[in-house]
């Protein structure tokens, strides 16, 4: 059973730094290109950050460069998503995501969610201004 657990996430002041963690199980991580999305209520959830399955390549929503970072250790069958100068629009349920991609060029991110097959409950990030 494929599992995946976002964790990190939690209350902070405007202009400071949380670090998410999802853990994955169940499947081969390194055959899995990752993305973390997140989402506000009576809003579609929106991209935030992907990664290759190869870890070499990353991409990132307009709204978030410069301030999250993706990455992945595939060791510990984990991604995590690094944000730092939080603003209160960051507020959201935020998602990890698992799209298979072996046999894919190993430079592919993924940004669509219909290109996802896996999907964790989401870890809550609350910024107060």
């Known amino acids: 059973q494929v599992q995946l657990v976002e964790s990190g996430g939690g209350l902070v002041q405007a202009g400071g730094s949380l670090r998410l963690s999802c853990a994955t199980s169940g499947l081969t991580f390194s055959n899995y290109a990752m993305g973390w999305f997140r989402q506000t209520p009576g809003k579609e959830r929106e991209f935030v950050a992907a990664?290759?399955?190869?870890?070499?390549?990353?991409s990132d929503a307009d709204s978030v460069k410069g301030r999250f970072t993706i990455s992945r250790d595939n060791a510990k069958n984990t991604v995590y998503l690094q944000m730092n100068s939080l603003k209160p629009e960051d507020t959201a349920l935020y998602y990890c995501?698992?799209?298979?991609?072996?046999?894919?060029?190993?430079?592919?991110?993924?940004?669509?969610?219909?290109?996802?097959?896996?999907w964790g409950q989401g870890t809550q990030v609350t910024v107060a201004s």
């Open positions: 990664i290759s399955l190869s870890g070499e390549s990353t």
């Open positions: 995501a698992a799209a298979h991609a072996k046999g894919v060029a190993p430079g592919v991110t993924k940004v669509y969610m219909r290109e996802y097959d896996y």
